[in-house]
């Protein structure tokens, strides 16, 4: 999940990124609510999702590292596979409203990335470098032929580590909102002092709270919240895809107590973001190993809809904010000589929540090409 627009454990944490002492204490908004106002909203989908009984459940557990194992769902026939990749803090139930309709196209699997849904706790920091080796070894293991990668968020790091790292695993890219190298210069470069201030304060407070529910995770005051602070950590009132039913909404508020989870969580966030030395460990690792997508199809989609301003950044700073995270995409999609940008009216940063349709006809389109190569 993006947590700003800039996007998206324990952190292999920087002891000394701490929040204010305030921000450290629960907040009074429910943790998902915090989290879904700093990447831009919530959603309404509009396609017929996968039967919601399939994310209350493991599916194929997929040994990647000894014994450790990811959740891996699959569902249709056909090449190239597709695989779905979520945004940070977020598990294979994001591409709910897609995976059905492009398993009628070719082989379509999601899977939960380490410390989420089923998948096993990770035993490493949560950054770019560990989820990419992650993906090679599920795909060396369980799919044995280059993907059509397809990412969100935060994903759209990992999509870009994955080929510049494991460019065989990689047949063609679809980047949905994607994160994207440096974004956090580009987007904020218009910022005065004072404003990147209170913006990092915000990031603070995220994080602050989210170490705040994990030790009430660890204490076993999440299973059965009986305070407001525990009521918060786990509430499911901010979860982008406002469509989830009972059954669902249970499933994500199980999860969202869980301490591998919240600690998966912090790692994930504390990679992508600035720590106190203004390093980016993701940024560091991308650019070690360059961005370049060659001549793979790839379509970059942009939400159409303008960020949703913070109280510390002027109107006028949101808008070259907005501009700048547009420009970041079409540079993005011009890494590839098949490099496609579109931006998708209506849309906030779940796409694939607005408009499902418009990432499932860009999988078609990169599919379609792959099969042609």
Known sequence: MLMTQYSESEMSPDENHRAPEAS??????????????????????????????TYTRPHTLVAVDGIRRLNLFCQGSGTP???????????????????GQLASLTRTCSYDRAGYGFS???TRRSDASAAVDDV????????????????????????????????TDVSGVVLVDPSFFNQ?????????????????????QGLGQLRSCLAL????????PATKDA?????????????????????????????THLTTALSEYGSFWPNASGQIIDDQQVAAAGIDFGDRPLVVLTRGKAQRS??????????????????????????????THLVIPNTEHHIQFDQPSAVIDAVRQVVMQVRRM
């Open 217 to 224: 995770a660890r204490s076993g005051a999440l299973a059965k």
């Open 310 to 339: 913070f109280p510390s950044v002027s109107a006028a700073h949101m808008a070259a904010n907005d501009s700048a995270w547009t420009a970041g995409h079409v540079a993005l999609a011009a890494r590839s000589t098949r490099g």
């Open 120 to 122: 096993d706790a990770a």
């Open 81 to 99: 596979t597709v695989l779905l990749d979520a945004g940070a803090g977020e598990n294979m139930m994001v591409w709910r409203h897609v995976q």
């Open 24 to 53: 450290r204490k629960p907040a009074a908004l429910p943790i998902a609510v915090l989290l879904s106002a700093l990447s831009g909203g919530v959603a309404t989908a509009q396609q017929a999702p996968v039967p919601s009984t």
């Open 184 to 204: 956090f210069a580009l987007t904020s470069a218009s910022f005065t002092p004072a404003e990147r201030t209170g913006l990092a304060g915000l990031l603070d």
């Open 136 to 167: 090679h070894r599920l795909i060396q293991t369980a799919i044995h032929a280059p993907v059509v990668y397809v990412g969100h968020s935060l994903a759209g790091i990992y999509g870009t580590l994955l080929v510049a790292t494991h460019p």
């Open 231 to 259: 009521a918060a950590c786990v509430d499911s009132k901010g979860y982008a895809d406002t469509t989830i039913d009972a059954a669902l909404r249970r499933e994500v508020e199980r999860q969202n107590g869980l301490a």
